[in-house]
């Protein structure tokens, strides 16, 4: 059933990633891509994996960005997965039932035996969060670990999903975010988590926590408190960018 | 948006049939169509054939078309499963009516009840498209009141000339047809232009500031992607034509399915015989080429929003 269930739980599971910790080195989305390749989801195909045209089915994909400008701007490493929405338009567009919202936990789902390939759920997805599979001919997305956070046969410590377990630098909380008293909710609340694109309408339950401010507190040891750009004249390297004019003609006669 | 040929196949086509199906249901059923054996086998059977190869090509875009039977489930919430559902209906109230309008030459009475039903259900099977389109919050050129009624006039218009073609050849008199094509065309060219210019400045209010929240701290830029080779999203999502092209082959589309082809039946309202019948034939191939070029623009300058997160510009 592709509508929203009407009587939903006020669970809420998702994941709280802090920007402020993530170091961009890519655990959660290898490890994502391990468990899942085998999971609920499975296979998630590679074509040509070790060839030119290298493609694959990932669920979990982290992004770099720089934000602000000059001695300000700073790095953010932006993993972007599946948020499991609340007004998912990925679920209701789907003509088949295969694409769902669980009432009991809010996980948005996909059966791969009902799904047709049409693509119209990846269209409707404004964060990218699902991905086709050309070789099964159906579409791919993050489940939450479902088969690993309610699966009785792994110790408790391990019932998360691969990606918070894999992180390295704990920057991946998993929890109920329907719960205002959970870790996560925490979390959201003192660090101010907030929603991606929320002008879209989406609700989404997975938060992202900003970087926190710069620290500006060493003591003055009389350093300047930020160095000067280094000049692009004069030096022996100056030339290079200025090469123009006679000797980019030269250069490209001796290209051709 | 990638332009699948497939999809491009299907809504110009089943667009053109539905179209002529709609004219066939209500003119016939209004009598202004003469009950006529061949006329009724022409239409019916072109317009049938139109909409069936339309579908047909659409299950080529999908990953298990075996499975195509399930998408007539979720009609409470996806325009997709009520297009699905639409299409089908309409076969039914279209095939009865032909069965009046060919096997016994009646169309009035309940055989015209058929008419107007198959005329209701083409009308709904054409605005559901529409509404798979215009209901995306993620496509801002498709998200927009211009788009529904688009496809239902250029649905109309396409079916007007057909129409107009079946009666030259066929020998009907009905010297208004050729204006309800002129007519059907030049509305549907006024709705792209405003639709065309409406798409300018599009946008969706996001920009990779707010897909990412970092904009609080300045202007965001991409650094590192994800990944070293394009993946699904960005064959998918990140299909791209340069302004000046679009431009150029809008002006291209424009003159195929509309300059052309309004001049075109203008002159076959004006001559009779066979020169007529050659004219209106040339018109329904311009139109042909045209509408194809235009169904590609439709979804060769759709932006996606997830492009924002690739560095894309605002959508």
């Not at chain 1, 932006?78 to 209701?92: D, G, M, W």
């Not at chain 1, 030339?239 to 003609?249: I, K, N, S, T, V």
């Not at chain 2, 030259?168 to 549907?188: E, I, M």
């Amino acid at each position: 059933m592709t509508s929203l269930p009407t009587d939903r739980s006020n669970k809420r599971l998702g994941l709280v990633i802090d920007l402020d910790v993530c170091v961009g080195c890519h655990a959660c989305a290898v490890s994502c891509k391990e468990w899942n390749t085998g999971g609920h989801p499975a296979p998630l195909t590679d074509t040509d994996p070790y060839g030119r045209g290298v493609d694959g089915v990932w669920l979990n994909r982290v992004h770099s960005f720089e934000a602000g400008e000059g001695a300000a701007g700073r790095t953010v490493h932006f993993p972007r997965s599946c948020l499991h929405c609340e007004a998912p338009a990925c679920v209701t567009v789907c003509p088949t039932g295969a694409s769902y919202k669980r009432a009991e936990d809010g996980i948005v789902l996909v059966d791969e035996d009902l799904c047709i390939g049409c693509k119209l759920c990846s269209w409707a997805c404004p964060y990218g969060a699902r991905e086709y599979d050309g070789d099964t001919g159906t579409m791919k997305k993050c489940t939450l670990c479902i088969d690993r956070i309610y699966n009785e046969t792994l110790e408790p410590e391990d019932r998360a999903p691969a990606c918070v377990k894999a992180c390295p630098a704990g920057a991946r909380h998993f929890g109920d975010l329907g719960d205002p008293g959970s870790p996560v909710s925490e979390l959201v609340r003192e660090r101010g988590g907030y929603d991606l694109m929320p002008e879209m309408g989406y609700r989404p339950t997975n938060k992202y926590l900003p970087p926190r401010p710069r620290k500006t507190r060493a003591a003055d040891i009389g350093a300047p408190e930020a160095l000067t750009p280094a000049s692009r004249e004069g030096g022996a390297g100056g030339g290079a960018d200025e090469a123009g004019g006679f000797w980019r003609w030269v250069d490209r006669a001796l290209s051709r | 948006m990638h332009p699948a040929y497939s999809i491009i196949l299907f809504t110009t086509a089943s667009g053109a049939g539905y179209g002529l199906l709609f004219l066939l249901g209500i003119l016939g059923a209004a009598g202004t169509l003469p009950a006529e054996r061949w006329l009724g086998a022409a239409g019916l059977g072109l317009a049938l054939f139109l909409v069936t190869s339309g579908l047909l090509a659409s299950t080529f875009h999908l990953g298990h078309p075996e499975r195509a039977w399930c998408a007539l489930s979720q009609w409470r919430s996806s325009w997709l499963s009520r297009e699905g559902m639409a299409a089908l209906f309409t076969y039914l109230p279209a095939v009865l009516y032909g069965v009046g309008w060919i096997a016994f030459e009646q169309t009035a009475g309940l055989w015209a009840a058929f008419g107007v039903l198959a005329a209701a259900g083409a009308a709904v099977t054409v605005y559901c498209t529409g509404m798979i389109y215009a209901s995306l919050r993620t496509i801002p050129q498709w998200h927009t009141e211009w788009v529904v009624p688009g496809y239902l006039l250029l649905a109309l218009a396409s079916g007007a000339l057909l129409l107009n073609l079946l009666i030259h050849l066929l020998g009907v008199d009905r010297p208004l047809f050729p204006w309800l094509a002129v007519a059907g065309l030049a509305a549907a060219l006024a709705l792209k232009l405003v639709y065309w210019r409406a798409i300018e400045g599009a946008g969706a209010g996001s920009d990779i500031g707010t897909a990412t929240g970092l904009d609080r701290f300045g202007p965001v830029r991409p650094l590192d992607a994800p990944h070293t080779q394009a993946n699904y999203l960005m064959k998918e999502m990140g299909y791209r034509i340069a302004r000046k092209h679009a431009h150029k082959l809008r002006r291209y589309a424009t003159i195929l399915a509309f300059a052309i082809p309004i001049a075109v039946t203008i002159a076959t309202a004006a001559l009779e015989g066979p020169l007529a019948a050659a004219l209106a034939v040339g018109a329904v191939l311009s139109a042909a080429f045209g509408l194809v070029l235009e169904r590609w623009l439709f979804f060769a300058e759709a932006q996606h929003v997830v492009m924002l997160f690739y560095g894309r510009g605002p959508a």
